[in-house]
């Protein structure tokens, strides 16, 4: 696992870059790319530097890694965030797969995953104190299928009991099909976790681990 420091100011520019490189050569190699990225206030900054790259847009496939079960009027959505950070510009011509909608069918939603998203192209996570990704909580119930790589499911429901909301989480079926997968992560106490989730084996206590174990491993885009 390769950890590139970056100044905060230039963090999220300087993985936009890198992710756009990525999907060029996706794009010209299959005609088709595809991206997962996450939500939370760390990314945005990510997201508006990638809208504004010049890529074949509309044959790009963009998902979320999770979301919670709320509407996208409300702050919490992921789907708001890509939404006004990504999808605006050139960028909005991307075909966007969301997680989450109210009486959508998961299964359906796995459906729609397997058709256009996976195998992933770039997945961009996100990492907790406590060393959750996506919506891979310690303690989440039926999370240690949700980390079987070898899983069938791609699509699941959690319900975290330290979350405020339910959520939906690519599994890391999903997640570790990437072909470059990238931990985007600030601050002193994220660092404190990621040395921590390096030095355990429990996937369970640690669920990043499930990425960090990955045969693509992720390049971390770390600042203080």
């Known amino acids: 696992m390769k950890i590139e420091t970056h100044p905060a100011s230039d963090l999220g520019k300087a993985l936009a ?12 190699k299959k005609g088709r790319a595809s991206i997962a990225v996450s ?3 760390t990314p945005a900054p990510f997201l508006a530097a990638l809208s504004a790259e010049n890529l074949d847009w509309a044959h790009v496939s963009v998902t979320l890694t999770d979301e919670r079960q709320v509407t996208i009027e409300s702050d919490r959505s992921n789907a708001r965030l890509v939404a006004q950070n990504l999808l605006r510009g050139a960028a909005a011509d991307a075909q966007f797969i969301p997680l989450y909608a109210a009486g959508q069918d998961i299964a359906e939603t796995g459906k729609q ?9 770039v997945c961009v996570l996100g990492m907790g104190d406590d060393m959750h990704t996506a919506s891979l909580f310690p303690d989440t119930p039926g999370l240690a299928g949700m980390l079987d790589s070898d899983g069938g499911t791609l699509v699941a429901l959690a319900s975290p009991p330290t979350a405020d909301e339910p959520r939906v989480t690519l599994t ?4 570790t099909t990437a072909a470059h997968t990238y931990l985007l992560i600030k601050g002193a106490g994220k660092r404190t976790a990621l040395d921590q989730a390096m030095s355990t084996t429990d996937l369970l206590a640690a669920p990043v681990r499930a990425i960090l174990d990955a045969s693509s491993a992720p390049v971390v885009f770390y600042a203080d």
């Not at 870059?17 to 010209?28: I, P, S, T, W, Y």
């Not at 995953?113 to 192209?121: F, G, K």
Request: aromatic share 0%; glycine share 10%; net charge neutral.
């Open 113 to 121: 995953v397997a058709a256009s998203i996976v195998p992933l192209d």
């Open 17 to 28: 870059g890198r992710v756009a490189e990525n999907l060029r050569a996706a794009l010209a």
């Open 39 to 41: 939500g939370g206030s």
């Open 172 to 175: 890391a079926a999903a997640l």
